[in-house]
């Protein structure tokens, strides 16, 4: 029986302006404003946001986005 890993996905296109998708991916989020410089920070180092909300759909953009980690193992990208 074959084993079975986590799902793939494919690439998202990359993005050149992080500003308007990170405002939408923070919208709901209490620290928005702390949410967004992050997300733009994730965006601009793996030019990927993932679509939906805060902490939703990460694997969507790969590795770069969803294991950048900061200050013992805390994820960085919203």
Request: aromatic share 4%; glycine share 8%; proline share 14%.
């Amino acid at each position: 029986m074959p084993t079975v890993g986590p799902p793939t996905y494919a690439p998202l296109p990359p993005l050149s302006d992080c500003t308007p998708v990170c405002l939408e991916r923070c919208n709901t989020d209490k620290g928005k404003r702390g949410c967004e410089r992050a997300c733009t920070r994730c965006c601009k180092q793996c030019l990927c946001v993932p679509p939906g909300p805060r902490g939703s759909n990460m694997e969507k953009c790969g590795k770069c986005y969803s294991e950048v980690t900061h200050h013992g193992q805390i994820y960085q990208c919203p």
